[in-house]
């Protein structure tokens, strides 16, 4: 279809009718303001009721330029580098588009918004402003889950066959063992659902959008691409959008970048096209909000084509994969039950070609199948993992999933935000410079504790009369507040100011309510704030904010209390020192002052400079020593930052990291490939400059490695990469719903010395755990040993079946119990072996085993041989008995040497163990159930020497 089908000729005029105008009001507007830019086109009638367009032009200018410059407009869309179609929500780079190609890419006007009409067609095109949850399992299939592994397989088996044999009761406890924990676990996966409900917190309601040339407040749900959207201060950022219009706008961006600040915003072009997001100062996120000043969007984005939809689609498609442990005890549980089939089996077969009855060699084989399924493994793990939450909890880190102790106990990498983890997120001044003079001040945080040192030499700041100065004035210039709440000092307000403030309590400078006759806000694009205070004897005008701004304002710089000429070369060595300053990662404010007199009260010139400020967030103070401890016992930590590379490596050597490794930007990042990112990986321990998406590839590239991923986060950025790693940490205090719900543990403190605690305790949870199997599997292997070799022997039974289900609930009952929480070390001590089955364990099992099995023979051969058949069937049950009761010292033992006093329930759970044992021997009715008869103390003496003796050769 041709463009223009007619057109008449006037002299400087014509009219042209023109192809889809018909109707469109927004292609009318587009031609108007387009067209009229143009030198040589005097004015444009764009006429939608017609379809035609009338201009009015210069006779120099040509018609069939005319006539390319209308098909330029219609079809740039598609033809040119400097237009983006929106057919779909692509993600193009807004931030270095004109406010004329954001118009044009999207079909809008500034001035008049959209059309209800066109708004209408793009909502049915796009769909709801709306964040989109992923499929969700029903209760059954997560069920099925949870009952989807061998050790739960094993329980059902083991409850089935108990059943079958009559031992109903046995069997009622097995299955509810497996209905509670299959429930606790589909419970827990529910909770870890709730991430993606949190993000629909963070859209905003309702929305001021100008349509029709009118403002309304629309549902937010109802903003398309293209839609016109007024903010002020308060209101959440509805969609993802450019800036086009804007008056001192802040916002927080700290849920979506992680960067603690206000970002100030503008309406400017941004030339550079690969920036973080941090850094697209003309760009507003859906999720964060106005905090200052005016802005007017155009939206770009909506729903889940936005930066916080993104997060949105990885939270649904990222899922931890099975924890070291699931993996080791489905190992575990498959050769169990590969192990018993065989043995039992066997047992049973040998029996009856060695002429022994079927039903009683039957009975032999699925008591000795019952017995040897640890079916208390599941309910030790769990009570041995619940436990270690419990102690966790008391030190400020709550586990939302079981399993991740376990998993911090394997852990050997920690990915770490830097702001309030490894720092206090408390701004601090740190030092003070003058033209000739440099102070430096201690203490950290927002606590009024701290002294002054001039060339290391401590000194009283009331003595020095520029220190003083400054520290006066700057506080004098601050709208912030320091507040004491509790034991902890608090800032009400901005965090730099606060930082000011803090320096001046330090100083013994009280803050007291001068009456201000003027103020002059901080403002982005000027990068100042000055007030005018009635100073009693003076009015006084003091201006803070960024060194180069504030010195363009000053003639004079104070020296020993009064005002010196600045000049050239004393306004460059002060640029000097700033540069200095902000080389160490300091953040740097320059103060000045004016005495204002009554003839004038300029505020834009003649200022005295007092000096620069120098704040940090500092370091915690326990910090750089818990790193050490980290690195020494196998754990290497990463620190991930959205700040700049100066921030960054300055904290980054101060808390021991850089050692032999270097570090790495976001946009480096960006070059590499995943296989180059792997290579690279164990060289790098600090990011800098990193975005969402750096947080979840520098996770995937260290599991890829091999390593088992701890990764820390507060913000909603960090919610994909804390769910993608083997154990997501979140913050308590400063973070948001999103990441904790997509967490396994979060810190109620935000220390980073939580975490090392919870490895430790994850460490002594995998040692109890090793514990328990050691000593429940070895009684398990003595118990097959000698029943197999008995009856590949021809030697009767040694057990009867009711004995052996004695034995297993004798020996895996309370001692099994006392191991599984047994409290973990006070320090982190190297993990040579991740693994939870290794060979030094499987050595232990057989090792043991065949002695205990063998003794128990033994003690069953010597009941045969002096004394009767019932006598040496109980010699051999209570040598097992007793052999599993030294067992539990020396299995606890073997893995971590500790005083047997720091474990208060082991020696009264054996003392329980061996008077069930007596009990069931020395009481009649008890007796006869299981078939046993009454020992001498020298058959005593025989069990003893075997059992405690010989069985731990």
């Known amino acids: 279809?041709?463009?223009?089908?007619?057109?008449?000729?006037?002299?400087?005029?014509?009219?042209?009718?023109?192809?889809?105008?018909?109707?469109?009001?927004?292609?009318?507007?587009?031609?108007?303001?387009?067209?009229?830019?143009?030198?040589?086109?005097?004015?444009?009638t764009a006429n939608p009721m017609t379809g035609n367009i009338i201009i009015t032009f210069d006779e120099s200018l040509k018609v069939e330029d005319i006539k390319k410059e209308i098909y330029k407009i219609k079809f740039n869309i598609r033809n040119t580098k400097d237009n983006f179609p929106i057919k779909q929500q692509a993600q193009y780079p807004w931030h270095i588009m004109t406010k004329k190609q954001i118009e044009k890419a999207l079909n809008t006007d500034i001035d008049y918004g959209l059309s209800t009409v066109e708004a209408k067609k793009r909502l049915s095109t796009y769909g709801l402003n709306q964040l989109i949850n992923g499929n969700k399992p029903s209760f059954f299939k997560m069920m099925l889950n949870q009952v989807n592994n061998y050790l739960f397989k094993i329980l059902l088996f083991a409850g089935g066959i108990s059943f079958l044999i009559g031992d109903v009761a046995d069997s009622i406890v097995i299955i509810s063992i497996v209905i509670l924990e299959s429930s606790l676990g589909v419970l827990q996966e529910y909770n870890a659902e709730k991430s993606l409900e949190s993000l629909h917190k963070l859209t905003s309601p309702r929305s001021s959008v100008l349509r029709d040339g009118k403002i309304s407040l629309l549902s937010s749900s109802e903003l398309v691409p293209g839609d016109v959207v007024i903010v002020k201060p308060g209101d959440i950022v509805p969609a993802d959008a450019r800036i086009v219009e804007s008056k001192n706008l802040e916002t927080d961006e700290s849920c979506l970048t992680g960067e603690s600040h206000p970002s100030s915003k503008h309406d400017l072009v941004i030339l550079k096209d690969d920036i973080p997001l941090a850094e697209r100062k003309n760009m507003a996120y859906l999720g964060t909000s106005i905090t200052k000043g005016y802005g007017k969007l155009i939206v770009v984005s909506t729903g889940m084509s936005t930066e916080i939809g993104k997060i949105a689609k990885m939270l649904n498609e990222e899922r931890n994969t099975s924890t070291p442990l699931n993996k080791s005890l489905e190992i575990l549980g498959k050769n169990i039950t590969i192990a018993i089939i065989a043995i039992s089996f066997s047992i049973f077969l040998s029996g009856i070609i060695r002429g022994k009855s079927f039903s009683q060699m039957l009975g032999i084989g699925i008591s000795l199948a019952i017995g040897a399924i640890p079916e208390g493994l599941s309910t030790i793990v769990t009570i041995a993992l619940a436990y270690g939450v419990q102690r966790m909890a008391k030190r400020n880190a709550i586990v939302r999933k079981l399993n991740s102790v376990e998993t911090l106990g394997v852990a050997n990498v920690i990915c770490t935000d830097k702001t309030g983890t490894l720092t206090k997120n408390e701004m601090t001044v740190k030092e003070i410079r003058t033209l000739d003079k440099v102070w430096t001040i201690s203490g950290i945080g927002y606590t009024p504790i701290g002294s002054f040192y001039s060339d290391n030499v401590k000194i009283n700041p009331k003595d020095d009369k520029d220190l003083y100065s400054i520290l006066q004035y700057s506080a004098m210039c601050c709208n912030s507040k320091l507040i004491k709440k509790g034991n902890d000092w608090a800032v009400s307000g901005d965090p730099t100011e606060g930082a000011i403030i803090v320096?001046?309590?330090?100083?013994?400078?009280?803050?007291?309510?001068?009456?201000?006759?003027?103020?002059?806000?901080?403002?982005?694009?000027?990068?100042?704030?000055?007030?005018?205070?009635?100073?009693?004897?003076?009015?006084?005008?003091?201006?803070?904010?960024?060194?180069?701004?504030?010195?363009?304002?000053?003639?004079?710089?104070?020296?020993?209390?009064?005002?010196?000429?600045?000049?050239k070369i004393n306004k460059n060595k002060l640029i000097k020192h700033n540069d200095e300053m902000s080389n160490k990662a300091l953040r740097v404010l320059a103060v000045s002052y004016k005495i204002l007199n009554d003839e004038g009260?300029?505020?834009?010139?003649?200022?005295?400079?007092?000096?620069?400020?120098?704040?940090?967030?500092?370091?915690?103070?326990?910090?750089?020593?818990?790193?050490?401890?980290?690195?020494?016992?196998?754990?290497?930590?990463?620190?991930?930052?959205?700040?700049?590379?100066?921030?960054?490596?300055?904290?980054?050597?101060r808390i021991g990291l850089l050692k032999d490794k270097k570090a790495i930007s976001g946009q480096e990042l960006d070059k590499m490939n995943d296989n180059e990112l792997i290579n690279l990986i164990d060289d790098v321990n600090i990011f800098y400059r990193t975005s969402p998406h750096h947080k979840l590839k520098i996770v995937r590239a260290l599991r890829k490695k091999g390593y088992i991923v701890a990764m820390t986060g507060d913000g909603i950025n960090d919610a994909p990469a804390v769910k993608e790693a083997n154990i997501g940490i979140a913050m308590g205090k400063g973070g948001t719903d999103v990441t904790r719900n997509a967490s396994d543990i979060t810190l109620a403190d935000d220390n980073f010395t939580t975490i090392v605690m919870a490895i430790k305790e994850g460490r002594g949870i995998n040692e109890n755990i090793k514990k328990f199997l050691r000593y429940v599997l070895s009684g398990n292997v003595g118990e097959i040993i000698a029943l197999a070799m008995a009856s590949m022997t021809g030697m009767d039974m040694p057990l009867t079946s009711s004995q052996i289900l004695s034995i297993n609930l004798v020996t895996e009952g309370i001692p099994a119990l006392a191991l599984g929480v047994e409290p973990s070390a006070l320090k982190l001590k190297k993990n040579e072996n991740t693994q939870l089955l290794d060979n030094k364990l499987y050595n232990y099992i057989l090792k043991r085993g065949s002695l205990i099995g063998f003794t128990t023979l033994f003690a069953f051969k010597y009941g045969e041989t002096f004394r009767n058949p019932v006598i040496a069937k109980t010699m051999a049950y209570s040598n097992l008995v007793m052999a599993q009761m030294f067992n539990v010292f020396d299995a606890r033992r073997a893995e971590m040497p500790t005083p047997i006093s720091q474990n208060k329930l082991l020696l009264p759970s054996v003392t329980i163990s061996i008077a069930t044992l007596l009990a069931t021997i020395y009481i009649n009715p008890i007796a006869n159930i299981f078939g046993n008869a009454k020992l001498n103390l020298m058959d005593w003496f025989i069990v003893l020497v075997s059992s405690g003796l010989i069985s731990r050769i």
């Not at 320096?503 to 007291?512: L, V, Y």
């Not at 103070?621 to 700049?644: A, F, P, S």
């Open 1 to 44: 279809m041709e463009l223009i089908r007619k057109y008449t000729s006037y002299t400087k005029r014509i009219r042209f009718s023109v192809s889809g105008l018909y109707r469109n009001e927004l292609l009318a507007k587009r031609l108007e303001k387009n067209l009229s830019l143009k030198s040589r086109i005097l004015s444009v």
């Open 503 to 567: 320096a001046a309590s330090k100083a013994g400078i009280e803050s007291k309510e001068y009456e201000r006759i003027d103020e002059i806000p901080f403002d982005s694009s000027s990068k100042f704030m000055t007030v005018v205070i009635d100073a009693v004897s003076c009015k006084l005008a003091i201006s803070k904010g960024a060194p180069d701004v504030i010195l363009n304002k000053c003639s004079y710089f104070l020296r020993a209390g009064k005002a010196i000429k600045l000049g």
């Open 601 to 653: 009260n300029n505020v834009d010139s003649d200022f005295i400079f007092a000096g620069l400020i120098g704040m940090e967030d500092p370091p915690k103070d326990e910090v750089k020593n818990t790193i050490e401890e980290c690195l020494k016992n196998g754990i290497n930590v990463v620190m991930i930052t959205g700040d700049q590379k100066n921030t960054a490596m300055s904290i980054g050597e």
